[in-house]
């Protein structure tokens, strides 16, 4: 017989699940025996995942994040762990190549996503994951430690999700585990820009995409969303982590390191729109 995954018998939501980073870490939490409920605007990729039950909607919604969270209590009873995916880029705008009044709409479209909703998933499943002794991980960035991987408005996003992480894990202290993880550059996502200021496309992938992302780490490798699975899990569970909470770990190759030392390429140089 087959050993028993790191996490069976436990409710899991991802939000984001249905592409790119979110996507690796509902199959990898799946694949560990969770019962894992996926929440996306895109019920299409939601649709082709393992997936115990699917939420399509918006994970700013109070509703719809209630909705998931009572899916994903449903198999198991409980919720034990809860993982927030969801995120939009900003191709390196320069805040002076932008009119005011489209400042204002872009700062409110990408805060909305990346800000927000880890506050909105925070709230609803606040009581949920006490009643668990359960653990919350938000998505940060590299972008979040040096101003690079992106401009002012998605860098200055990912600080505040970094501020939602030491604050949540004070506020949800003693039951709760917050955590983040902070992913650099990512080959293979479908990240998406900005609506408000026409950014329709999304990251391009390619070979050059992945030189560049490799030629910024220590580990000389461009990341796949599943390199960054096992960091999740790792802090999903509280049998591999139950000591730690309120910390960011990065999941980079080894960026950071390259930044500190000054060997890396510019602001914007990794540019991927
Ligand atoms: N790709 C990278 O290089 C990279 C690097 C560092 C950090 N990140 C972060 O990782 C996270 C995942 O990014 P990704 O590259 O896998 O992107 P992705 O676009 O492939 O996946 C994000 C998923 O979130 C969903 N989503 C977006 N807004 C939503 C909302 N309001 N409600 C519900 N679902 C929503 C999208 O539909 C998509 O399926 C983001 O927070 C991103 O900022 C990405």
Redesign the pocket.
């Known amino acids: 017989m087959p050993e028993p995954g790191l996490l069976a018998g436990q409710g899991v939501l991802v939000?984001?699940?249905?592409?790119?980073?979110?996507?690796a870490v509902a199959e990898r939490l799946a694949s560990e025996g969770a019962r894992v409920v996926g929440?996306?605007?895109?019920g299409a990729?939601l649709g082709t995942l393992p997936l115990a039950d699917r939420v399509v909607?918006?994970?700013?919604v109070p509703g719809v994040v209630a909705e998931a969270v009572e899916r994903a209590q449903a198999g198991t009873g409980r919720l034990d762990g809860v993982v927030c995916?969801?995120?939009?880029?900003d191709f390196y705008q320069p805040i002076c190549s932008l009119p005011p009044s489209d400042l204002v709409d872009a700062f409110e479209e990408i805060y909305r996503?990346?800000v927000l909703?880890g506050l909105v998933v925070a709230r609803v499943a606040a009581d949920a994951l006490r009643a668990s002794r359960g653990s919350l991980v938000l998505?940060?960035?590299?972008?979040a430690s040096w101003p690079e991987?992106g401009g002012v408005l998605?860098g200055s996003s990912?600080w505040a999700v970094r501020g939602l992480v030491a604050h949540l894990a004070r506020e949800l202290a003693p039951e709760v585990r917050v955590n983040g993880v902070?992913?650099?550059?990512?080959a293979r996502?479908?990240?998406?820009g900005l609506r408000s200021l026409g950014q329709d496309g999304?990251?391009a992938d390619g070979p050059e995409r992945d030189e560049r992302i490799a030629a910024q780490t220590l580990l000389g490798v461009a990341a796949s969303?599943a390199d960054h699975a096992g960091t999740y899990l790792y802090l999903v569970s509280r049998a591999l982590s139950p000591l730690v909470t309120g910390t960011v770990v990065p999941s980079d190759g080894g960026r950071g390191e390259r930044i500190e030392a000054g060997r890396t390429p510019g602001v914007g140089e990794e540019r991927?729109g």
Do not use: E, Q, W
Request: glycine content about 20%.
């Open positions: 939000v984001g699940a249905g592409s790119g980073i979110g996507r929440l996306d605007l895109d990729r909607g918006d994970a700013c995916c969801a995120g939009r880029f996503v990346n909703s998505t940060v960035s590299s972008s991987g998605y990912k902070a992913p650099g550059g990512t996502t479908r990240l998406v999304r990251v969303p991927v």
